[in-house]
């Protein structure tokens, strides 16, 4: 089978990620036929153009998932809990979204830069990390390749469009009112977020975390294969459309020099080193938004710390943070054969 005619369900295409799968999938010339957007029986039938064809939208049932090679799986947990045993017992690979299946002992969770060899001992499912793990275990797979990571300490700073299309709603709506001086009306986030900061991602759990906070710590330990890795996280809602930043301290065995630093971070795929501080030159998310790379600037040696290297990074939440690391992981499970039945239809 070549990769192009693997046959595609795109669950959640009208959503935030679904939308940026399918531009990714445009980007590759991926035939229209091949593709099938699902979405909720809200929104059968609605068209969404696609280069010179319109996909319509059906809805996600099981049943439609026959013949399917590869479902991308972008709506909340209990769709990918209900619908990718489906998927799976149909013959097809499920790349989910979401987190209904990361910490699954037998469901690699895969950044294929970092552990893409991961993928080999899928049963059926393969999760894609939280969009604020990817980033952060790609820059810290770059440092710990010279000396072993000993502790890490993580704040971050998270677009809106990490919860969705109705939040980014909320934020345009928020910014109109307050512009033309109306009352701002609040659903999405406990508080208003344009012009705001909230110090929460997700709810609270009763160690003072907050589950986004929880994710971020296991799942970079599961994907850099350190279990006992020390890792402590705040996030944070920022008014921005999308890109989520992340300011990062991080502890080695060894001292690692800023310039060596920089070369392992330019020199690790996906990975783009944007450092020229005097130049007020450094990772935005204005200007990762749209690009594929994860940018990493401001690096620089922790004065608090020996072994200790500071940065700053940008990362387009959307792209690498969800749908292009779904299409990359396909490309993995491609190259490595690991596609349910590709022995069987090569
Ligand atoms: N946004 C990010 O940066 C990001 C990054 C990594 C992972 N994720 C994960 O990706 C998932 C989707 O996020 P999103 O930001 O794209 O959310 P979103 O903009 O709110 O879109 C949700 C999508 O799910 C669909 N959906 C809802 N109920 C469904 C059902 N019963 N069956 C089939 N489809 C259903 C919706 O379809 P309707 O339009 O018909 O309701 C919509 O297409 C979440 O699990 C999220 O955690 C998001």
């Not at 035939?31 to 068209?47: C, D, H, T």
């Not at 970092?114 to 993928?119: H, L, Q, W």
């Amino acid at each position: 089978m070549t990769e192009q005619n693997i046959r595609i369900a795109i669950v959640g295409a009208t959503g935030a990620v679904g939308t940026v799968a399918l531009q990714l999938l445009k980007d590759r010339d991926w035939p229209a036929e091949n593709i099938v957007a699902m979405a909720s029986y809200r929104s059968v039938g609605k068209e969404i153009p696609y280069g010179d064809s319109v996909l319509t939208v059906v809805e996600a049932t099981p049943d439609a998932f026959d013949g399917i090679n590869v479902a991308f799986i972008s709506a909340d947990s209990s769709v990918s809990k209900a619908l990718a045993p489906e998927v799976v017992s149909r013959g097809g690979l499920v790349i989910d979204d979401g987190s209904a299946y990361r910490m699954e002992p037998n469901v690699p969770l895969v950044v294929p830069e970092v552990n893409g060899a991961d993928v080999e001992w899928h049963e059926g499912i393969i999760s894609i990390p939280n969009c604020t793990t990817t980033p952060l275990a790609m820059a810290l797979a770059a440092l710990q390749a010279e000396s072993p990571l000993t502790r890490v300490t993580v704040a971050t700073y998270q677009a809106v469009t990490g919860t969705g299309a109705s939040a980014l709603q909320e934020l345009k709506d928020q910014s109109a009112a307050i512009a033309n001086g109306n009352e701002v009306s609040v659903e999405v986030y406990p508080h208003q977020i344009a012009m705001n900061v909230l110090p929460q991602v997700d709810d609270f759990q009763p160690d003072g975390y907050t589950n986004e906070e929880h994710k971020m710590i296991n799942e970079t330990r599961k994907i850099l294969h350190l279990p006992d890795l020390p890792i402590s996280v705040t996030c944070v809602r920022v008014p921005v459309p999308v890109g989520h930043s992340e300011a990062v301290h991080a502890e080695f065995a060894n001292p690692i020099s800023a310039e060596r630093a920089r070369e392992l971070l330019g020199n690790f795929p996906g990975v783009r080193v944007v450092d020229v501080p005097n130049a007020s030159v450094y990772p935005m998310p204005h200007t990762s938004a749209g690009l594929d790379e994860v940018q990493v600037g401001r690096i620089r040696e922790d004065l608090s710390h020996e072994s200790g290297i500071s940065f700053w990074l940008s990362c387009d939440n959307l792209r690498k943070g969800a749908a292009l690391n779904a299409l990359q992981i396909m490309d993995e499970v491609v190259t490595r054969n690991r596609l349910p039945g590709a022995a069987a239809t090569a």
